[in-house]
């Protein structure tokens, strides 16, 4: 038997055995197979290449290249085990390793020993010039635990940075074989690489450049989907002890608290204790067949969108995934979503309220470490956590943090918390590694667990404290449907870009306790606004939320079911006309779809009539339907502004609407974190004009003014439900407004008004029936009087009064362009107090407050 036979049967044999106990899991895209050149004609010969593939290794491993083999072959690519050919030259196999084996000499190996298939293929190049070699990088992984210094067991039995030994080798075979991972990365010309080798390295062999190029093109990689290199967690604490930062706080800490530099020490190892993260394979293998199965039992689908964003920044940048706040499943999800897609796992900044027992260790294991809400008046911990911090940083690892803070009860993003977003930059500028990417993530669902829940907090219901019991009634909803969830991964927001443009890439922070220039935290106010910007981009619009946003824009919540098909393909086709962004994705379900889709998850209902069926909101499900609606109300908030001008002016030229619009835009953008600046704003305007004329909602006259249909046809109708979304907004500012101008200048303070919104807000969602909680949410009013300074509106007086002149009283007249005047009326009435009136409001709220400190103070 030839030796070329005898091979050919040997491989096949490895093959079966592997393919036993192997099963690959292929991440990322696969290369397509390259058109054969032979057949074609001499002049076409001349003018393209030949191209052959070759398979690039980085160590030398015959399972790692039988498992390449079986993958090309079973993914119909040119065979990694199969001859390559250049002409008359043939090389065994379209496989090349990095870390060359010299079977010949294994006891003394030459110190710069190159691949000799390399050499010859370089020497092939030159030879034959028609012929072009493409090099197709290659990572193979057995198992994907990060190294851990002092655990054999780690290092005996996972993929690791150190290259493995035969006997690890079979160990990892049989132990990973079913949770191995291959990827195939973009192809690279050798010819490409031999000329940069010639032209830029001249004093470098071409093999050298070429050998060190993929080599470190492979690691960054390797790193991709291990992480970098990280030590256990004892070594990571003591490490963060003897820093000098955490140091130094220590003896500050001894002479402040007069207490021995033991006891300080012995705090500062407590608070590290309480921060620290336990990262471990086996509890993310764990957690993702747990999470497997409950996403099952739980979801309809989980569905992921422009996840090749994160894959493609994940090989250049430190990433730092920044999502919505939804849900306790968030942090899971995401984190699911990422490790089953074959990238690191990030480490997560939890609230220390979910350092519970059992379920803050398990936590710890998939990589998260936990944040006090409050740092206030705790220099050790201050300088302990952001040591932590740092250190993460320095290790290049993935983290991920809600940059809102807290869940959102009311479906919009929440204000920015930038405390974590300060912290991490403060620690990027003491000793940047990679340069950073914020990763602004959408997370959508259809049902939410904690539903109810927010429904009675914003209704004035003590916020439950999460705990072992809390967690036990949430896992008695498993069975329940919560139709789809999406996760969206929207435009990354570069760091570096950010302190360019506020003129703070040159400052550089020397330690721990150093401040932030001015210039870095505008930098840091801006990213976190760019964040909510795109996180709003990326938004997902699901039958659910299109459901809740039309039928609840009804009086009764109720619609016709042939109308209610209507409205729901004409918002779809709005869409389409004109979407909010490139990354918003929308439900591809007809109208009719939508609500066959809503009937399934309870949520509406159908009442039979000989007239037609009207649709209508399930009973007890309006208020919940709010948070679903707020969740896409954004997208439509322009569109909605505009079906409301024209709708209540009957005729409105395009240049009054631009201006009114300008006018209040400043106000939405801040309460909806809307993408467009005020000077970019006619685009828009007039393309969602347009779609409108199309859809037959609004027309034109002669004059090219936009105008209404007639009243009480269907398309009226249909333009009276697109309108009503934005006039919750316009009613809350306007009584904000009228608040203000009853009280007069320099006579109420900006607290005062905010706490008096509230309280107002509250009694009109009673005696109004608004139906939606967020209308008395304290943050919109703080929001909405934070523009009113900016815009130079109001301002305030030594005494801390609000002061305002005739352009204020302008601001209000826009009202009266938008609402009916029976609305006006009304919210001139519910604001209109007397001055003892309101001194016992605002003693009331005043003894209210009071109470809950003690009460805060007393637990």
């Avoid at 032979?38 to 191209?51: A, G, L, R």
């Avoid at 849900?327 to 990238?343: A, E, P, Q, T």
Wanted: net charge negative; aromatic share 8%.
């Amino acid at each position: 038997m030839s030796k070329n036979n005898f091979g050919q049967m040997y491989r096949q044999l490895s093959s079966k055995l592997l393919d036993l106990v192997v099963t690959p899991h292929v991440l990322g895209e696969v290369p397509s197979k390259p058109v054969q050149t032979e057949d074609i004609s001499e002049t076409v010969e001349k003018s393209e290449s030949k191209k052959v593939i070759c398979y690039v290794l980085q160590n030398y491993s015959r399972s790692n290249a039988l498992v390449v083999d079986g993958e090309t072959r079973r993914l119909n690519l040119t065979p990694a085990l199969d001859p390559l050919v250049i002409g008359t030259h043939t090389e065994k196999a379209a496989v090349l390793f990095l870390q060359h084996q010299d079977e010949t000499n294994l006891l003394n190996p030459p110190p710069h020993a190159f691949p000799p298939r390399l050499l010859r293929l370089i020497e092939q190049l030159e030879q034959h010039p028609e012929y072009e070699i493409e090099l197709i990088p290659v990572t193979v992984l057995w198992g994907r635990s990060p190294d851990k210094e002092d655990s054999w067991f780690k290092l005996l039995f996972t993929d690791t940075w150190a290259t493995p030994s035969k006997v690890k080798q079979l160990m990892n075979i049989g132990l990973h074989g079913r949770q191995s991972f291959l990827e195939f990365h973009e192809p690279q010309s050798l010819r490409d690489l031999v000329n940069t080798a010639k032209t830029e390295y001249p004093n470098l062999s071409p093999a050298t450049y070429i050998i060190s190029e993929l080599n470190n093109y492979l690691d960054r990689q390797r790193e991709v989907v291990l992480g970098p290199d990280l030590s256990d967690r004892r070594n990571v604490m003591q490490d963060l002890i003897k820093s000098e930062d955490v140091q130094d706080a220590i003896r500050k800490e001894s002479i402040r608290s007069k207490i021995s530099m033991i006891e300080a020490e012995r705090r500062a190892i407590g608070f590290v204790n309480e921060i620290a993260s336990d990262y471990s394979y086996s509890a993310v293998r764990f957690a993702e067949t747990a999470l497997t199965r409950l996403w099952t039992q739980l979801y309809d689908g989980v569905e992921v969108h422009n996840f090749s964003t994160v894959r493609e920044l994940a090989k250049d940048y430190e990433i730092i995934y920044t999502p919505c706040h939804r849900s306790h499943i968030d942090y899971l999800l995401l984190s699911y979503v990422i490790f089953k897609r074959g990238l690191r796992v990030p480490y997560i900044a939890a609230g220390d309220n979910l350092n519970l027992p059992f379920v803050g260790q398990l936590l710890r294991g998939g990589g998260a470490f936990f944040i006090r809400r409050s740092f206030r008046g705790n220099a050790l911990y201050t300088a302990v956590f952001k040591e932590y911090l740092y250190s993460i940083l320095s290790r290049n690892t993935p983290l991920e943090y809600f940059i809102e803070g807290g869940r959102s009860r009311t479906g919009r993003l929440l204000p920015p918390k930038t405390g974590m977003l300060a912290m991490t930059v403060h620690g990027h500028l003491r000793g940047p590694e990679k340069p950073i990417a914020f990763v602004p993530t959408y997370i959508g669902y259809e049902r939410l667990m904690e539903g109810s829940t927010y429904v009675g907090e914003m209704q004035g219901k003590p916020k439950e404290s999460e705990s072992i019991l809390g967690i036990l009634k949430t896992l008695r909803k498993i069975e329940r449907i919560f139709g789809k969830v999406h996760v969206n991964f929207g435009e990354p927001v570069f760091l570096n870009d950010l302190l360019r443009a506020h003129d703070a890439d040159h400052i550089r922070i020397e330690s721990n306790d150093a401040p932030i220039p001015q210039e870095v935290s505008d930098a840091v106010n801006s990213s976190a606004h760019i964040i909510l910007e795109n996180i709003n981009r990326a938004v997902v619009i699901n039958p659910v939320s299109l459901l809740s946003l039309i039928l609840l824009a009804t009086p009764k919540h109720t619609l016709d079911e042939e109308i209610c098909i209507k409205q729901l393909d004409t918002y779809r086709d709005l869409l389409a006309a004109e979407p909010y962004d490139e990354r918003t994705q929308v439900t591809p379900l007809s109208g009719k779809e939508i609500i066959a889709y809503g009937l399934k998850l309870k949520l509406i209902k159908r009442v039979k009539h000989v007239l037609g069926d009207i649709i209508a909101i399930e009973d007890n499900q309006a208020v919940l339907l709010t948070y679903f609606r707020n969740n896409i109300l954004h997208t439509f908030v322009l569109p909605s502004l505009i079906a409301s001008l024209v709708e209540h002016n009957g005729k409105i030229s395009r240049d009054d609407l631009v201006n009114v619009i300008c006018t209040l835009y400043p106000f939405l953008k801040a309460e909806l974190f809307l993408k467009w600046n005020v000077e970019q704003l006619e685009t828009p305007i007039c393309k969602y004009v347009d779609a409108l004329v199309s859809a037959k909602l609004i027309s034109l006259d002669e004059n090219q003014n936009l105008v209404c249909p007639a009243p009480n046809s269907e398309d009226h109708n249909q333009l009276v439900v697109l309108a009503a979304p934005v006039k919750q907004s316009l009613e809350r500012y306007y009584m904000t407004l009228a608040l203000i101008t009853q009280r007069g200048s320099g006579n109420i303070s900006t607290r005062q008004v905010e706490e008096l919104s509230h309280l107002l807000g509250q009694r009109l969602s009673v005696l109004y029936e608004f139906n939606s909680p967020e209308f008395f949410d304290k943050a919109l009013f703080q929001s909405f009087m934070k523009v009113l300074t900016q815009q130079g509106y109001i301002s305030t007086n030594e005494d801390g009064a609000i002061v305002f002149d005739e352009s204020f009283k302008n601001v209000a007249q826009y009202a009266n362009l938008v609402l009916d005047d029976v609305t006006l009326q009304m919210l001139q009435h519910i604001t209109a107090f007397t001055d003892e009136e309101l001194k016992e409001v605002l003693d009331a709220v005043a003894a209210e407050q009071a109470k809950k400190r003690a009460k805060r103070k007393k637990g």
